[in-house]
């Protein structure tokens, strides 16, 4: 791999992992109702996902879910009806879940970091074409006629390190305006567009085809 097509790697990885997606509307969520550190737990959870899709489609899994249509068919609908019900209930959720802060940190102590791991983990992993991406993106980036794995772990570490970034960036600027959302109406008025963003992300993905 030379450095002219790793620069190139670093802008298509910047470009993919700066674009809202579920991950970080989950980041931003959790920043605002639980704050920073216990929505790092959540990036950390997703980070995770990501990390055990690119090790999948290096063992070549990923090429079994690009021909096998039940194993992606399962995998898509358990995507799609997890993040149907992160939106279902957000969307529904009390306008005190943000108003909460002003009185201390009730809220923030009532979800663990490891439930927010679990849930970052779910949400990261939740998307089957992930494999798909992993197994067709990076082979375009590796040098055939050299080690594999070295590259591989560069790719991989240089793209965990991006999507840490800008997740934890997502949180720490959703915690920062948090305020502003306990004025009344505001914290149910987010709760509603980031309900229907979730269900949104969970009816595209149900479009998603394997070609």
């Not at 249509?69 to 799609?80: A, N, R």
């Not at 590796?142 to 997740?167: D, R, S, Y």
Request: charged residues 10%; positive net charge.
């Amino acid at each position: 791999m030379t450095l002219q097509t790793f620069f190139l790697y670093l802008a298509a990885v910047f470009v993919l992992t700066v674009t809202p997606g579920p991950s970080v509307l989950m980041c931003i969520t959790n920043g605002i109702h639980h704050g920073v550190r216990r929505a790092f737990a959540g990036a950390l959870g997703s980070v995770t996902a990501v990390c055990l899709i690119m090790a999948v489609s290096a063992a070549g899994l990923g090429a079994i879910l690009a021909v096998s249509e039940k194993v992606f068919l399962i995998l898509k609908w358990c995507g799609v009806a997890y993040l149907t019900y992160i939106g279902v209930r957000t969307f529904f959720s009390a306008q005190s879940t943000i108003e909460a802060g002003r009185d201390g940190d009730a809220e923030r102590t009532r979800k663990s970091r490891a439930g927010l791991f679990w849930q970052g983990f779910l949400v990261g992993g939740s998307n089957p074409k992930a494999l798909l991406f992993f197994t067709a993106f990076f082979p375009q980036f590796i040098n055939p006629h050299a080690a594999q794995l070295p590259q591989f772990l560069v790719l991989g570490a240089t793209f965990v390190c991006f999507e840490l970034f800008w997740l934890t960036f997502y949180a720490h600027f959703a915690a920062r305006v948090a305020p502003w959302l306990r004025t009344p109406g505001r914290a149910k008025m987010f709760n509603r567009i980031s309900g229907a963003t979730f269900i949104g992300a969970g009816a595209l993905l149900a479009t998603v085809r394997r070609s």
